[in-house]
């Protein structure tokens, strides 16, 4: 029995039945893929123009943006070939809560990702210290902070660890106090001590005058007399101020001959018999 050769007609019919719903799903396809481009890139040139929105928002909201337009895309496009899309979310949501359950921890960085970028407790370019961490904002997404530590080095922290975690924001403080301790020998003229160090403070222009500066004793120290310098400066000038104090305040108590003594340790070793019989008597 011959075997029935298929006509030129059977593409056609296939053709003409759902060509229709191919060149449409081609057409929404491409303008959705198009206008998430598109809006993702116009959120992010707007977002640079409007002051009023963070930068640590922007790349946020042009994910976001381009998602959605995606997601909405590709289900109309399911719809020009018949399938329902209703069962198809609920098979989604199936699927996405399995995943959820195996994700749980980047779920959760995503959750602190968001709850970050609501408190705002930093902004990209503050200077903080998270949970011992210190460094400079370089980047906050839905996963992770990226800071860039004060020696350099590039720092990643998972949101959900940065969320628990003690934060100190140093860019927004207003002012900050430095403490330093100087030791003198006891044998120092204490008034004259003090006296020298307050000069030295007040000859300081990144020292605020209010909080005035204080210089007094703080310890009596085995080997010397330790004085508490307490000053106050702008966030920006806290870390100069801080090494150059300390470098001026050394010097001008060497010109006053003001003696900053060296640690000290006694050591008192026993004789043993014969060099104690050995020993000359006093």
């Known amino acids: 029995m011959e075997q029935e050769i298929p006509t030129l007609g059977t593409p056609i019919e296939l053709l003409r039945s ?9 057409v929404i396809g491409f ?17 640079k123009r409007w002051t009023q ?16 337009l995606l997601t909405v895309t590709a289900m109309a496009v399911l719809e020009r070939f018949g399938v329902d899309t209703k069962s ?15 994700l749980k921890d980047t779920l959760s960085d995503v959750a602190a990702g ?14 903080v210290e998270v949970d011992g961490t210190s460094g400079v904002v370089d980047a906050i997404d839905v996963f992770q902070t990226k800071l860039t530590s004060f020696d350099g080095v590039p720092i990643t922290l998972p949101n ?18 430095m403490d330093l301790t100087i030791g003198v020998s006891y044998s120092a003229d204490l008034t004259r001590a003090i006296a020298t160090l307050r000069d030295v403070l007040s000859n300081e222009p990144r020292v605020l005058p209010e909080p005035a500066p204080s210089v007094d004793v703080v310890e009596l120290a085995d080997a010397k007399v330790n004085l508490l310098v307490r000053a106050w400066t702008l966030p920006a000038d806290f870390f100069p101020a801080r ?6 305040l050394k010097e001008r108590l060497d010109a006053e001959g003001i003696v900053v003594p060296m640690p000290q340790r006694e050591m008192h070793i026993p004789l043993r018999e014969h060099e104690r019989r050995s020993a000359p008597s006093l």
């Open 18 to 26: 759902h060509g229709a719903s191919v060149a449409s799903a081609l």
């Open 31 to 47: 303008v959705g893929w198009t206008a998430a481009a598109w809006t993702a890139r116009s959120v992010r040139s707007l977002g």
């Open 53 to 68: 929105v963070d930068v640590t928002l922007i790349p946020v909201l042009a994910s976001l943006s381009r998602l959605t």
């Open 88 to 102: 198809l979310l609920a098979v989604l949501g199936a699927a996405g809560l399995t995943i959820g359950l195996a």
């Open 114 to 127: 968001l709850v970050i970028l609501v408190l705002r407790p930093f902004d990209v370019g503050d200077a």
């Open 160 to 177: 959900s660890k940065v969320r628990s975690a003690k934060i100190q924001n140093f860019t927004r403080a207003q002012r900050r106090r």
């Open 243 to 248: 090494l150059e104090l300390t470098r001026h």
